[in-house]
């Protein structure tokens, strides 16, 4: 099993910046490919980026590309998500997820973990 708990979504201006945080606990951190998805209110859950077990390589939706960034602290059992040049319509509410392969994230197969969510507002 493996817990995720999310933190720092919020409330912030159209064009600011905000980072999210995913703490893992339980198995081994290093052994999951970590992802960010999101949902806004009245839309399907999508995907936002992902990151390989090692933090090399990362994926991304391509309205984030250039404006989110990925990463994550094998050492820490954290991954995060800077999120910058925000826009309202990026506000959702932000789910981190655990996965053995990546390759689920982009598929949209089913995800091994869940965290609860973070909730972030955009205004304009």
């Known amino acids: 099993q493996v817990q995720l708990v999310e933190s720092g979504g919020g409330l912030v201006q159209a064009g600011g910046s905000l980072r999210l945080s995913c703490a893992a606990s339980?198995?081994?951190?290093?052994?999951?490919?970590m992802g960010w998805f999101r949902q806004a209110p009245g839309k399907e859950r999508e995907f936002v980026a992902a990151?390989?077990?090692?933090?090399?390589?990362?994926y991304y939706l391509d309205s984030v590309k250039g404006r989110f960034t990925i990463s994550r602290d094998n050492a820490k059992n954290t991954v995060y998500l800077q999120m910058n040049s925000l826009k309202p319509e990026d506000t959702a509410v932000y789910y981190c997820?655990?996965?053995?392969?990546?390759?689920?994230?982009?598929?949209?197969?089913?995800?091994?973990?869940w965290g609860k969510g973070t909730l972030v507002t955009v205004s304009s």
């Open positions: 997820a655990a996965d053995e392969s990546y390759l689920d994230f982009l598929k949209g197969a089913r995800v091994d973990y």
């Open positions: 339980g198995r081994t951190f290093s052994s999951y490919a």
């Open positions: 990151i390989r077990r090692s933090g090399g390589i990362t």
